[in-house]
């Protein structure tokens, strides 16, 4: 069956370090990864979008990376700082269908 | 700035009774989406539309419609509301099939 996990519910990082977050599929083959943020009572709002193509993307502070083999995608959040505390989610697009969403991974910098 | 605006942030309502959540957006985007969230569930398609009088099921359509009568405008209607409808209200809208989507900020609903 196809399946979107994000590596935990929840994770607590120290202000600073390095905040990574795992987004695994199973049964799909996406064209698209797209990261996404969500603040308590907001809807999502997008961040990054990578292709199967590209292995690694960058803006300011975050970066993505897609590995096609592994079926899964890294985000990274250098130099995290409280501010980023949220949800992320990742959401796959496969061709002829809709953006499919992981459950999400709340991360918690704390100062 | 882009915005997708959805009716009411926070619905109470009774078994039984109909529903209706409003979304309008001002990007002029076709594609138009309705998601519910639960937790650990994370977000779930109800419907879409790619055009105006179109719409598509999406995973879980059972006990909702929509309609779409003008581009910016995109409906959600729960026929006799029921409590396991209780949930955070998503709607959506993107420019293209694969582009990013710009949500609203929800509509929580609960149903006593």
């Known amino acids: 069956s196809q399946k979107i996990e994000q590596n935990s519910e929840a994770l607590n990082i120290q202000e600073g370090k390095t905040a990574t977050l795992t987004c695994n599929y199973t049964n799909y083959s996406p064209a698209y990864l797209q990261w996404y943020r969500q603040d308590p009572g907001r809807g999502p709002v997008f961040l990054l979008l990578?292709?199967?193509?590209?292995k690694e993307k960058r803006k300011e502070r975050l970066k993505v990376t897609f590995d096609t083999t592994l079926k899964q995608s890294l985000f990274h959040i250098t130099a995290s700082q409280p501010a980023d505390s949220a949800t992320y989610l990742c959401?796959?697009?496969?061709?002829?269908?809709?953006?499919?969403f992981g459950p999400g991974t709340r991360l918690s910098v704390l100062p | 700035d882009v915005k997708v605006t959805q009716s009411s942030r926070y619905l109470v309502k009774r078994t039984g009774e109909k529903v209706f959540l409003e979304c309008v957006q001002d990007?002029?985007?076709?594609?138009m989406f309705w998601y519910r969230q639960d937790p650990g569930l994370g977000l779930r398609l109800i419907y879409f539309?790619?055009?105006?009088?179109?719409?598509e099921k999406g995973d879980i359509p059972e006990g909702y419609s929509v309609s779409r009568e003008k581009k910016e405008r995109f409906s959600l209607i729960l026929e006799s509301a029921s409590t396991n409808q209780t949930s955070m209200y998503l709607c959506a809208s993107s420019f293209g099939n694969n582009e990013k989507l710009f949500f609203g900020s929800g509509t929580q609903l609960s149903v006593l």
């Open positions: 539309s790619y055009d105006v009088k179109m719409k």
């Open positions: 959401a796959l697009w496969n061709y002829g269908q809709n953006f499919v």
């Open positions: 990007m002029d985007h076709e594609n």
């Open positions: 990578i292709r199967e193509n590209e």
